[in-house]
């Protein structure tokens, strides 16, 4: 059974990704406790480990905050993931077993009652063996690859791929894109495998280089008003 602490590191991660807890907000203990309902020392325990997943950062004289990052650094996020996760698709076309690559079968079939459950304006995927890009990396069965990209990489990733990569169509392009990578691993076809994910996550950044250029927009008007 979770913990108490282990319950509000969940609510609150999710708040955080989703946005419900936006990009750079102050975070507030009691405003917290409030609004899930946890206890002092469970939220500072979930805080420490949200710090240290770098979803939440502290600096000197102004408290915690969540993390943001400028439009390069989520821009180079996304072209070191590119490089890495076509590494990761390869290697997971030699080292996924069949029972593995059914599975991701199955976790696609989840995936499209989600798309469809959000009128196709949305692909959010929960943390670990639900999320595609997860079981992809685990499929590499390469320690140091699964290391760099399960660490802090993955979950400003997913911060950033379920705030600012959604547009009109984009998840059920992203969904095929899935499906094609998932034949590619099926074929035992590691050329393909890395190629289909190298331009589906260049994809996924080519939207978010649109939607960051919106955002500045978006804030420019606020501000001239």
């Given at each position: ?22 990009m ?9 406790g ?11 325990e ?22 943001t990052l ?5 821009l180079?996020?996304y ?11 390869r ?15 199955r976790l ?15 692909y959010?995927?929960?943390?670990g ?5 997860y079981r ?8 140091r ?9 993955y ?25 094609r ?6 074929d ?25 250029g ?12």
């Open positions: 059974m979770a913990t108490q602490a282990e319950r509000a590191f969940d609510c609150i991660q999710k708040a955080i990704v989703t946005g419900e807890v936006a750079g907000a102050k975070i507030s203990e009691a405003e917290l409030q609004r899930f309902g946890f206890g002092r020392a469970p939220l500072r979930a805080l420490q480990r949200l710090e240290v997943r770098g979803l939440i950062e502290r600096r000197p004289h102004a408290g915690a905050r969540v993390v400028n439009p390069e650094s989520i180079e996020l072209t070191v993931r590119e490089a890495l996760e076509g590494m990761a698709a290697l997971a076309a030699v080292h996924m077993s069949d029972a593995e690559i059914d599975g991701m079968r696609m079939d989840a995936h499209a009652e989600g798309i469809e459950a959000s009128a196709g304006q949305a959010y995927q929960e943390e063996d639900f999320d595609f890009h992809i990396i685990a499929g590499s069965k390469n320690e690859l699964i290391s760099m990209l399960r660490g802090e990489l979950h400003l990733l997913r911060l950033y791929r379920y705030q600012l990569s959604t547009q009109a169509g984009r998840p059920d392009r992203a969904f095929r894109e899935h499906h990578i998932i034949e590619a691993l099926s035992r076809d590691g050329d393909l495998a890395e190629m289909l994910m190298r331009r589906h996550i260049a994809a996924a950044r080519e939207n978010l280089k649109i939607r960051l919106q955002t500045q927009v978006e804030e420019k008007h606020y501000v001239s008003r």
